[in-house]
């Protein structure tokens, strides 16, 4: 079955939303309404990137990593890490130019 794109676009924003307002929120660092956005979030982030393959054959500029296939570090630090990721595939550099070109009037260019 494949699913709408536009339709997983207004699913995405908002799962943005619900998790941002989770974060905004929150009571205590340990709140689960915020560990459920997180993962509405990315279960939305992948299906429109699905969809975007299948009927576009375009993908988002981003992964979601899986963390937990990397050892496991117990120094004792209390920050949770979530288990997924966004990773942003292109060059810092590459976004400070863009913003450098746009405010100048310059359209942005492509990422090399």
């Not at 459920?36 to 988002?60: C, I, K, M, P, R």
């Amino acid at each position: 079955m494949t699913v709408d794109p536009r339709a997983a676009l207004d699913r995405l924003v908002a799962a943005l939303e619900g998790h941002y307002h989770a974060i905004s929120s929150r009571r205590r660092d340990d709140d689960p309404a915020v560990d459920d956005a997180y993962d509405v979030l990315a279960d939305a982030f992948e299906a429109y990137d699905d969809a975007l393959s299948v009927v576009y054959g375009e993908s988002t500029p981003f992964d979601l990593v899986d963390e937990e296939d990397e050892d496991d570090d117990d120094s004792g630090d209390e920050d949770r890490l979530p288990e997924e990721s966004f990773e942003d595939e292109y060059d810092d550099v590459v976004l400070v130019d863009d913003a450098n070109a746009l405010s100048a009037g310059e359209g942005a260019r492509s990422p090399q």
